[in-house]
């Protein structure tokens, strides 16, 4: 092979058909761009842009930087997820605490949004057992509150950037009954697993009333009625109904 010809022949982005570091100079000056003219006040994106918002592109980045080097700095964890209504009086709530409790015993961080409801309650678990409590929590224009019971946390703008982090944060997945957000944090991780996105990790329904509703939708209309998934694709999560059938899942699939 023709070493100056290796030398020369630029390498091709598979995705964009872009030499490499013609992108690579675009996003460097992107990022200067953007530290440079960030807004004080910064635009929700509600829709696509009509130019490259160099700021944008700075302030999504350094989220993402923020965001692994939080995750990375904890070897073995669990997420949970769950209603941010849920009161100190729910089950979940009780179950959610108790849970976090023994997983932090056992040496689990715990990582949740980072707000009220079920997020409260395992980080309360875990920061009153005594270990590492984490909360990513989102920046809304109605404003969500962090929980007192974190020993760390950090606030993202952006959905996805946290998505990111929180599908890349643990060993174990715990979803509590909850509303949009849970369902599709759940969504997002089952098919990540399913298309081998990421490792098969334990992903954990807590509630049998709640769950069972939806997981009879999933067999019945998705696989039976209309094939859309295969059957081996309702064995990436397991339904549980108490905190000690959770934990002894848990500990037994996980090396702890």
Known sequence: MNDDLTRDTPII??????????????LAKAVHEGERTMPSERPLLVCKPQKIESWRVF????????????????????????????SLGDNSYKDAEELARLLSKKGF?????GSSGVMQAANKGAYEAGGASVGLNINLPEAQNYNPYLTEKFGFDHFFVRKVML????????YFPGGFGTLDEFFEIVTLVQTKKIRKVPIILFGKDYWGPLLSFIEKTIYKEHAAIDKGDMTLYT??????????YITANVSC
């Open 167 to 174: 599908t890349y944060a643990s060993e174990v997945y715990v």
């Open 239 to 248: 339904l549980v109904d108490s905190v000690d059938e959770a934990y002894k």
């Open 13 to 26: 982005n598979p995705s964009s058909g872009a030499p490499i570091h013609d992108t690579a100079e675009r």
């Open 59 to 86: 302030k999504i980045m350094s989220e993402f930087i923020e965001g692994f080097d939080i995750i990375r700095r904890y070897g073995l964890a669990v997420s949970f997820f769950g209603s941010a209504r849920a």
């Open 109 to 113: 961080a715990v990582i949740t949004g």
